[in-house]
């Protein structure tokens, strides 16, 4: 067995066991980490398959949750009923919004997603339509059920968390290993040459921006029915850093990478909880290290490799 395949078993054990032998606090915090993952993953297709510089991931993230809430609370639809719609209110926003946009690049695309996540963020403040609840959000979102079960404490949510964490890595392996997941690597390494092959270049950038937003979405449905209540500071550009720096720190392109930056992003800090005075100092310090010595983060993307024998002709020296 491979060393690589031996440590994938030993993490998927230990998470599973996790719950039994940490108390109610720990367990949350898992469950953060569990979310950030999925955000992170989502924002890894855009971000690290295409190699576009989005840091308004908080906006499509907002749209899911806020779909979620508003739903459930105004019509009474089922928690997890509503994941697939939330997905693809986040997906349709994000294809209006990147629709105009998607020709730009580098720090220009940056700053307009900026802007896109603070727009959003002003809109529900100011109660947009008068179904947004304004700063004060909304309350009262039910607990998820599941096969007649109501999912209520942390350690419940874990599995559910963690369950939907699973099936984003499996899906997104797929997805980097298809003929869709190469296109969207040419085009980040050199747009150009890719259009030059015949790969539509604008509509694989599209496509990877609303798919992305379509997974954020449906995260934003576990968020909401874990919270029960949900509020605009929940959607502030920060929290678009903080996805951006789990991909960027633990390996664009790498889902163990992105994995591995949502463990020490989102984990670290309420480990070194006792030392608040001086944790982001020493945090900080670490990332302009990581930034020097490991550009490409912890476990950046390997490249691709083919198998070209094909092109050597058939053996014994025929031509």
Same mark, same amino acid.
């Given at each position: 067995?491979?060393?690589?395949?031996?440590?994938?078993?030993?993490?998927?054990?230990?998470?599973?066991?996790?719950?039994?032998?940490?108390?109610?606090?720990?367990?949350?915090?898992?469950?953060?980490?569990?979310?950030?993952?999925?955000?992170?993953?989502?924002?890894?297709?855009?971000? $690290?398959?295409?190699?576009?510089?989005?840091? $308004?991931?908080?906006?499509?993230?907002?749209?899911?949750?806020?779909?979620?809430?508003?739903?459930?609370?105004?019509?009474?639809?089922?928690?997890?009923?509503?994941?697939?719609?939330?997905?693809?209110?986040?997906?349709?926003?994000?294809?209006?919004?990147?629709?105009?946009?998607?020709?730009?690049? $580098?720090?220009?695309?940056? =700053?307009?997603?900026? $802007?896109?996540?603070?727009?959003?963020?002003?809109?529900?403040?100011?109660?947009?339509?008068?179904?947004?609840?304004? %700063?004060?959000? =909304?309350?009262?979102?039910?607990?998820?059920?599941?096969?007649?079960?109501?999912?209520?404490?942390?350690?419940?949510?874990?599995?559910?968390?963690?369950?939907?964490?699973?099936?984003?890595?499996?899906?997104?392996?797929?997805?980097?290993? %298809?003929?869709?997941?190469?296109?969207?690597?040419?085009?980040?390494?050199?747009?150009?040459?890719?259009?030059?092959?015949?790969?539509?270049?604008?509509?694989?950038?599209?496509?990877?921006?609303?798919?992305?937003?379509?997974?954020?979405?449906?995260?934003?449905?576990?968020?909401?029915?874990?919270?029960?209540?949900?509020?605009?500071? %929940?959607?502030?550009?920060?929290?678009?850093?903080?996805?951006?720096?789990?991909?960027?720190?633990? #390996?664009?392109?790498? =889902?163990? #990478?992105?994995?591995?930056?949502?463990?020490?992003?989102?984990?670290?800090?309420?480990?070194?909880?006792?030392?608040?005075?001086?944790?982001?100092?020493?945090?900080?310090?670490?990332?302009?290290?990581?930034?020097?010595?490991?550009?490409?983060?912890?476990?950046?993307?390997?490249?691709?490799?083919?198998?070209?024998?094909?092109?050597? #002709?058939?053996?014994? #020296?025929?031509?």
């Amino acid at each position: 067995m491979k060393p690589a395949t031996i440590i994938n078993v030993l993490v998927v054990a230990t998470l599973l066991v996790a719950p039994y032998w940490l108390n109610a606090y720990w367990v949350d915090v898992l469950n953060s980490i569990g979310i950030y993952a999925v955000l992170a993953l989502s924002l890894n297709v855009i971000l $690290g398959y295409a190699g576009l510089f989005h840091m $308004g991931h908080a906006a499509f993230f907002a749209v899911g949750t806020y779909t979620t809430a508003i739903l459930n609370t105004q019509f009474g639809i089922p928690v997890l009923w509503l994941m697939p719609l939330s997905g693809l209110t986040a997906g349709f926003f994000a294809l209006l919004v990147a629709r105009p946009i998607i020709h730009l690049r $580098g720090d220009y695309l940056l =700053i307009v997603t900026i $802007g896109i996540v603070e727009i959003v963020r002003i809109a529900l403040v100011n109660n947009v339509f008068g179904i947004t609840g304004g %700063s004060n959000g =909304i309350f009262g979102i039910n607990r998820p059920e599941l096969f007649g079960y109501v999912i209520r404490t942390p350690h419940e949510f874990y599995y559910l968390i963690f369950g939907f964490a699973a099936i984003t890595v499996l899906l997104f392996l797929r997805l980097e290993n %298809s003929r869709f997941g190469r296109a969207l690597n040419y085009i980040r390494e050199d747009d150009v040459a890719a259009e030059g092959s015949g790969i539509d270049a604008a509509h694989y950038k599209l496509v990877a921006f609303v798919l992305g937003a379509f997974w954020a979405g449906m995260a934003g449905t576990i968020f909401a029915a874990k919270m029960t209540i949900v509020s605009p500071q %929940s959607f502030t550009f920060w929290e678009s850093v903080v996805m951006f720096t789990i991909v960027i720190l633990g #390996g664009s392109g790498n =889902i163990r #990478g992105v994995l591995l930056g949502a463990f020490l992003i989102v984990g670290l800090p309420e480990v070194f909880r006792e030392f608040a005075g001086a944790r982001m100092l020493v945090f900080g310090a670490a990332m302009i290290l990581m930034m020097i010595f490991r550009p490409k983060g912890i476990l950046p993307a390997q490249p691709r490799t083919y198998n070209l024998d094909f092109l050597a #002709g058939p053996r014994g #020296g025929g031509k």
